[in-house]
């Protein structure tokens, strides 16, 4: 999420700033839910505004070293959430105890595995686990992000994702744009993946 991003969003919409700004404008309490939440810089960027955040990743060692970064940024004060859990089966859980999110980020990866070895593959689970957390959007939800590094897999299909599974129900627009990082001394760029997110109009 730290990648530049071409394309549609102006230079001010890096994910990290957007997540920072819409908690800061939001005025409220809110809740933040971090998916394939890896070293936990979108988490921190959450909790520097105030957030309450969920941060779920399958593997152990991911999820100290993020919290080792809460620490070096001096949040341990704020209200966070470690979990160390297969995502999927962490969102079907938190849709049955009624659980609410007013931001959903995810950054899956293209292959991966659950805590339990459960097997991730972004072209067959990813339709399910977007249709699963629209059910955790609280009435009033600020913003859903999805990261996908997935070479071939195309924007399109993840934008048509949030436009099944969000915008019917939440007012609100669903825009993406490519992730690279910039060659030095170039104007060329490392073509990364995208990033597609919802938010409110
Ligand atoms: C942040 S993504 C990494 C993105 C990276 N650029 C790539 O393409 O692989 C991977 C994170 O998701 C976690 N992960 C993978 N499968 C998972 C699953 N089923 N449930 C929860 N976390 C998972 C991994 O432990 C890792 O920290």
Redesign the pocket.
């Known amino acids: 999420m730290g990648f530049k991003h071409t394309g549609l969003f102006p230079e001010q919409s890096y994910n990290w700033d957007l997540i920072r700004q819409t908690i800061k404008e939001a005025k409220r309490e809110v809740k933040v839910l971090n998916?394939?939440?890896?070293?936990g810089a979108a988490s921190i960027a959450a909790l520097k505004e105030g957030a309450k955040v969920v941060h779920?990743?399958?593997?152990r060692g991911?999820v100290d070293w993020a919290k080792e970064n809460v620490k070096l940024n001096n949040l341990e004060k704020e209200e966070i959430h470690f979990l160390v859990?297969?995502?999927?089966k962490?969102v079907k859980r938190e849709i049955r105890r009624g659980n609410k999110y007013d931001i959903i980020i995810m950054?899956?990866?293209?292959f991966?595995?659950?805590?339990k070895n459960?097997i991730?593959n972004i072209e067959n689970d990813l339709d399910e686990l977007i249709q699963d957390t629209a059910l955790l959007l609280s009435d009033n939800p600020l913003l859903y992000i999805v990261?996908s590094?997935?070479t071939g897999l195309s924007k399109i299909v993840i934008e048509n994702l949030l436009n099944l599974y969000l915008t019917p129900k939440y007012q609100g627009k669903v825009i993406s744009a490519e992730l690279g990082i910039p060659m030095e001394n170039s104007n060329l760029i490392l073509p990364c993946?995208s990033t597609i997110r919802w938010e409110r109009n």
């Open positions: 998916l394939f939440a890896y070293t779920v990743d399958s593997s991911m859990d297969d995502v999927r962490f950054d899956p990866p293209s991966g595995r659950g805590s459960e991730w990261n590094y997935t993946g």
